[in-house]
């Protein structure tokens, strides 16, 4: 525990255990899992991660020696004081800090069009460079973010799945100083996180980013008089929803449909006013093609995204 100190302006955080134990990282959802160390609210708290792959996958380790039951862990569940079923939850996250090295892997099925069976690259994970071949060094922008975060779904999945309660939505977006809403599902809420990355391209086309460990720093916040009907994600004072569907198509249909709603809703417009608006101002970016469901970030530009939340959350 780390109290707070007005001369150097650091607050207390509570330290999660780190070590690797059915108690700490779950691989499999489920409503009613037994939930972990209980989160208060407003008050900081720091765990460690592994990497999507659970640490195993490096360039010297082939796929035949990769533990598939390790694949894809997360910290948690974790319990959040006052929280029921309903409750608005707000993750904010204070740091995000990468282990020194990452790996970025493909093998065939996984990503979209793989020519190999599997191959793997290990990169620094702060100022990762692309110096495979016999051309100019490529710098790979830093994007560090995670890649999942949820709270369980009131229905058994795996964390590698999305949807209303959040889960593997690998929006870049989800980085330092970042809010992420979500709806609980669960009493307790049963937040877990993990898949971090360093940097990441759109659609995450290979099936991974730069895959690393990290310690990451959130404290959560809830919000009684309001809850997100899709996982919405506040960062620099812009507003996102995430949307999936089984095709891109069907994903933005959900997502054009709910952004035409709350724009009625909160505008006053009419439903067909709100809808060309939507047409006018619509913003997406693919987060991830991967997955069995798509997904996508939608926003609305000149500020009608504040009508994805209560204008204090827009932050």
């Known amino acids: 525990m780390r109290t707070a100190d007005a001369a150097t302006g650091t607050v207390d955080v509570t330290v999660l255990p780190s070590s ?4 700490s990282r779950i691989y499999a959802l489920h409503p009613d899992q037994p939930l972990v160390t209980g989160i208060r609210r407003g008050q900081p708290f720091t765990f460690a991660t592994l990497d999507a792959s659970g640490n195993q996958i490096t360039e010297q380790l082939g796929l035949s020696a990769v533990q598939k039951g ?3 862990p997360v910290n948690g569940p974790f319990e959040i004081e006052g929280v029921t ?3 608005a939850v707000g993750i904010t996250i204070h740091s995000v800090v990468p282990a020194a090295i990452g790996h970025t892997w493909t093998r065939k099925e996984l990503g979209i069009a793989a020519p190999v069976d599997f191959h793997v690259r290990e990169l620094d994970s702060m100022h990762p460079v692309i110096d495979w071949g016999d051309g100019p060094r490529i710098t790979v922008p830093s994007k560090v973010h995670i890649g999942t975060i949820g709270l369980l ?7 590698r799945r999305l ?3 959040g889960g593997n939505m690998d929006f870049a977006v989800i980085a330092e100083g970042a809010t992420v809403w979500l709806t609980a599902q669960v009493q307790g809420g049963g937040l877990f996180v993990g898949d971090v990355h360093a940097s990441i391209g759109d659609a995450e086309v290979c099936g991974s980013g730069i895959e690393v460990a ?3 720093t959130l404290s959560v916040e809830t919000c009684s008089e309001w809850a997100p009907v899709l996982p919405t994600v506040v960062s620099n004072g812009r507003a996102w929803i995430i949307v999936d569907g089984d095709t891109f198509e069907e994903a933005l249909h959900l997502g054009v449909e709910t952004c035409t709603r709350l724009l009625s809703d909160a505008w006053g417009m009419s439903v067909p006013d709100a809808y060309l608006a939507v047409g006018l101002l619509l913003e997406t970016r693919i987060c991830q093609v991967v997955n069995s469901r798509l997904s996508l970030a939608l926003s609305l530009a000149g500020g009608a995204d504040s009508a994805f939340l209560p204008e204090d959350l827009l932050k």
Do not use: H, Q, S
């Open 85 to 87: 079923p309903g409750t």
């Open 153 to 159: 779904p009131d229905n058994p999945t795996e964390p």
């Open 214 to 216: 990290a310690d990451i």
């Open 163 to 165: 949807g209303r309660y």
């Open 20 to 23: 690797v134990d059915a108690t």
């Open 70 to 72: 390790r694949l894809f």
